[in-house]
């Protein structure tokens, strides 16, 4: 039985293997291999690069690039760690995370104050009003909202607190959507090509987009 998933305030005790069926209701599959071995490529309007710290800063609409991978948001600071290592912590109104799954017309979308990506473990770290979400063919599946999200691309399994350091405790809110079928059929439906069109934008939850308390 999987232990329990440690939470603070009202959602504390809540059953681990009922938060990660938020994201895992269709067959096991992992985030899109291929990435992890793709280089990055970033844009922005202007860029700083200190050889003495091996420390880039992108500013103005900053895109991360890498495979299926895609990091948006206003400024960027990029480190390198030892030859073939990078972190990426990303600052905006609101920074955008993106990745396809492997062998499925589906995508983890993220979106927070602040993403840190780190090449190292495949982790990618949303804080503040920070959101997760799994679309099929553009459309939202499940949702999980949060102070802070911490999700593991390699394994596809995330844990999420209520709160940010220093705040007061907050709220973990997870979204389920119904199924509709069996899950053989739900998982056919993940694997069958999406109509033609392009992706939908992640737009920030007006739920979520107000001050804080």
Known sequence: MSAPLSLPGPSRH???ALVLSAFLLSPAVHAEKADRDQPINIESNRADYND??????????????????RITGDRMVLTQVGRNAQTAKVNGKLATFRQKRDGMEQYIHGMAEQIFYDTRTEKVTLTGRARLERQNCNQPVDEITGGVIVYNATTETFSVDGQQ???????????????TGSATDTGKAATQPCAPGSPLPLAPEQRLSGSRK
Do not use: D, H, Y
Not at 54 to 68: E, I, Q, Y
Not at 165 to 179: A, K, N, Y
């Open 165 to 179: 350091r220093g705040e007061r405790p907050g709220r973990v809110r997870i979204i389920i959507q119904p199924g």
């Open 14 to 16: 809540l059953p681990l």
């Open 52 to 69: 003495a710290t091996k420390v880039s800063t992108f500013t103005g609409n900053v895109v991360l690039t890498k495979g299926t991978i």
